[in-house]
């Protein structure tokens, strides 16, 4: 009996060793990610910020990944829709976010979301950084910051501000301005970059913040007319246009970030895979150039700055939209 049962014990042992081989090689021979196209949902109109940057980057990417990576345009509700549909969406690498830093502050402007900012998403990195940029129409009688500020102090409320849509960066960024500078302008919101510029350009608007890499076209063309970036320090596609902080806001900050994020839970070799392959185009020297021209600063960010960024955000523009009262609702 005792014979019988050492027998059986090594048969069972000899198979285990027999199959731990074939095991290995069926994992080491398994599909490497990606297998098919994968979609990157922008959250917003085509012509924006973050649809024209990561545009520029998909042709690289789909060289790197084998697999075409196709952009998805789902707008609306300050890109809470599209973002929605990530945040419900498997978390197997073949659905991501590519968005901007209003996913940080519509997580303080609606009281009810249909996801969690935080919870819900894994970042994986940023692609970049850009001040915004106040500009006006030509006709409207000012060439500086200090003239401006002069004008709505002297005319309060009659200087209209047009935004990308209620309770979106350009609309923060306008009412930090008005808080900041002492004075009062008059929010005109559209649906999207291009329509609310399309305004400003016909004259039913006077002023507007936006993107660099949306205003460059349009002051190249004299179309509109730069009176200062929002970062702290000049940018290098407009290195003549002041800083806010320099033209007679001391202290002023509102930079935009463009970004790549996943739904959470996707697995860690996959958010690598994509953290590299988005990296290494990055740093190529035509992708470079092209972010350079439209003022755009790389950045690159790990994941865990990415999330710390995020949260950063969330806890300086919670203070703006609570000192001034703000909501989406």
Not at 184 to 189: A, F, G, L
Not at 212 to 228: E, I
Not at 287 to 314: C, M, N, S, W
Request: net charge positive.
């Amino acid at each position: 009996m005792k014979g019988k049962s050492f027998r059986l014990g090594l048969c069972v042992f000899l198979g285990g060793v027999s199959l731990t081989p074939l095991w290995a090689e069926a994992q080491s021979t398994a599909p490497a990610y990606p297998t098919r196209p994968i979609r990157a949902i922008v959250p917003f109109p085509a012509g924006g910020g973050i649809d024209t940057v990561i545009r520029i980057l998909a042709p690289k990417m789909t060289e790197s990944l084998g697999q075409p990576l196709l952009i998805d345009n789902r707008a609306g509700a300050s890109g809470t829709l599209g973002t929605e549909v990530v945040a419900k969406s498997a978390p197997d690498g073949y659905t991501l976010l590519g968005t901007f830093s209003s996913h940080s502050q519509n997580q303080i402007l609606y009281r009810k979301l249909p996801f969690d900012t935080l919870r819900d998403f894994t970042p994986i990195t940023v692609f970049g950084t850009v001040p915004n940029i106040l500009v006006s129409n030509p006709t409207l009688p000012v060439k500086t910051v200090k003239e401006l500020i002069a004008l709505a102090k002297r005319r309060p409320g009659d200087v209209l501000y047009a935004s990308i849509g209620p309770a979106s960066p350009s609309h923060l960024t306008a009412e930090l301005f008005n808080s900041m500078a002492g004075v009062k302008t008059t929010h005109v919101p559209y649906k999207g970059a291009a329509p609310s510029l399309v305004a400003l350009v016909s004259g039913e608007t006077q002023i507007t913040f936006t993107t660099v890499l949306v205003a460059v076209p349009y002051l190249k063309a004299n179309r509109l007319r730069a009176l200062g970036v929002t970062s702290l320090k000049r940018s290098g596609a407009l290195p003549d246009v002041p800083t806010l902080d320099e033209a007679g806001v001391p202290g002023f900050e509102s930079t935009a970030w463009w970004g790549l994020l996943a739904p959470a839970k996707t697995p860690k070799p996959i958010l690598d895979r994509l953290y590299n392959v988005t990296i290494a185009t990055m740093k190529t020297p035509e992708i470079r150039a092209r972010l350079d021209q439209l003022g755009a600063e790389p950045a690159g960010h790990t994941p865990e700055a990415f999330d710390q960024l995020i949260r950063d955000d969330i806890s300086k523009w919670g203070k703006v939209v609570k000192a001034l009262g703000i909501t989406a609702d």
